[in-house]
Antibody, heavy 120, light 108 residues
């Protein structure tokens, strides 16, 4: 059974940093693209960014609102995905979901989400 | 960016009803269109990918159709567990993936 478990969420001040982790199990992590998707309070879904697998160059893409502030990385030896969030803004407040990302860029497995609150 | 517009934004229906939700893309996305269901307090769940392919384990009362800019999600006979919010998502522009605003399906 595929499991994705996010951790590292919490309260952070504007301008601060936070790192989320996503522990994966039940599949061969290194074979899979991974994405982060977020959902602001009472809002819809917003794709944050994606990291491809090693054989595809471990390349990353980011949504415009987070580009240059967020960094996605992966450690295939630990079956773990990361989201480093820097220069956080109030509008980054959201539940952040870790997802598997098929090569056709649909999200077929989701974690339970990690809440990030940016507030002074 | 490709904009995705869903209609209606909310919908009231009864158990047993046939329901259709529409998603329109701001440009041609061929069949790179996916649908998700999100129940309150839960993570989204993939229902349909590439416009019409049913994800494994999803009941056959769900179906998707369309190509180009206009797509539909149909639920043939609503069940109590189908009352949720539904999102479309385009995967044509792989460097800028975008979702529709969502359609909240409520019990009449």
């Amino acid at each position: 059974e595929v499991q994705l478990v996010e951790s590292g969420g919490g309260l952070v001040k504007p301008g601060g940093s936070l790192r989320l982790s996503c522990a994966a199990s039940g599949f061969t992590f290194g074979d899979v693209w991974m994405s982060w998707v977020r959902q602001g309070p009472g809002k819809g879904l917003e794709w944050v960014g994606r990291i491809k697998r090693k054989i595809d160059g471990v390349t990353t893409d980011y949504a415009a609102p987070v580009k240059a502030r967020f960094i996605i990385s992966r450690d295939d030896s630990k079956n773990t995905l990361y989201l480093q969030m820097n220069s956080l803004k109030i509008e980054d407040t959201a539940v952040y979901y870790c997802t598997t990302d098929s090569a056709l860029d649909y999200f077929d497995n989701w974690g339970q989400g990690a809440l990030v609150t940016v507030s002074s | 960016d490709i904009q995705m517009t869903q209609s209606p934004s909310s919908l009231s229906a009864s158990v047993g009803d046939r329901v259709t939700i529409t998603c329109r893309a701001s440009q041609n996305i061929l069949t790179y269109l996916n649908w998700y269901q999100q129940r309150p307090g839960k993570a989204p769940k993939l229902l349909i990918y590439t416009a019409s392919t049913l994800e494994s384990g999803v009941p056959s009362r769900f179906s998707g159709s369309g190509s180009g800019t206009d797509f539909t999600l149909t639920i043939s006979s609503l069940q109590p567990e189908d009352f949720a919010t539904y999102y479309c998502q385009q995967s044509y522009s792989s460097q800028q993936l975008t979702f529709g605003g969502g359609t909240k399906l409520e019990i009449k």
